[in-house]
């Protein structure tokens, strides 16, 4: 059983890759979800993380609220890709279970403390605001940390919100400077590998065809949010982001990827935000990233399909 905290900005990615986390109690606790602006502001944020734990049946899940900008720029949101929302696409109600008074990067230090060294992993699927917060506040936390599995970065695929930088690493690169320089073990799935995790037809109309409010709660933000990744990259369905962080803590055997130096670039006006990747070890800077290339994407959906027919 591995003990995780989901900070997140849903995102219909990211409300998908929750729902495969609250189905599969077995593996997973999820001891809280903290959420932090990024897709869209965090008083959306926060209420779709609490709308999804309810789409999931999980009101127990307690959910915090956590920076609602980033440590030194101006928010950058992607409502031209999720919606006014951030959930577009199906039609949910408002949440009745509370948002808990706590700051999010509070929580995560107290949660640190509180639990095992080495027993708590980290999964951060929008910009890394709250971690680093959390980082530069205790930093008697990071060795108490078991792993960082993130969603975030690109270099094979560049850009998709810049030509150079992912857009997660992009909004606060101050913050995945100061994760990425941490020392804390991480996992990193950048675009390379979630632009390989297609939403096609077939899959989609699986998660329909579960008939339950998750599965087609699914079906109805992929839709949505399949437009405009087909527009913008002429692939035959949308790529699943943040789902990836999941289903590595399930089955890491589904991915692969090499242990590589990864930096951040913090200053130039051309390539702010971009991870830069020694893919080829060219430099003399130690790996501080398991970063990922490859998925088995049809293993990928048969998790994903199964686990939300739990719901």
Known sequence: MRKIIIDTDPGQDDAVAILLALASPDELEVLGITAVAG???LSLTQKNARIVCELAGRPDVPVFAGCDAPMARKLVTAEHVHGKTGLDGPSLPD?????????AADFIIDTLRAEPSGSVTLCPIGPLTNIATALQKAPDIVGRVQEIVLMGGA?????NITPTAEF???????????????????VVMPLDVTHKALVTNARNQAFRALGNAAGVAVAQMTD?????DREKYGSDGAPLHDPCVTAYLLKPELFGGRNVNVEIEVTSPL?????????????????NAFFIRDIDSDGFFALLTERLARL
């Open 39 to 41: 897709n869209v502001p």
């Open 95 to 103: 949440p009745q279970m509370p948002l808990q008074d706590q700051h």
């Open 155 to 159: 270099y094979f695929e560049v850009g």
């Open 168 to 186: 997660n690493i992009y909004v606060d690169p101050e913050a995945a400077d100061i994760v990425f320089k941490s020392g804390i073990p991480l």
């Open 224 to 228: 949505f949010f399949e437009r405009f």
């Open 271 to 287: 390539t702010l935000g971009m991870t830069v990747a020694d893919w080829w070890g060219v430099t003399d800077r130690p790996p």
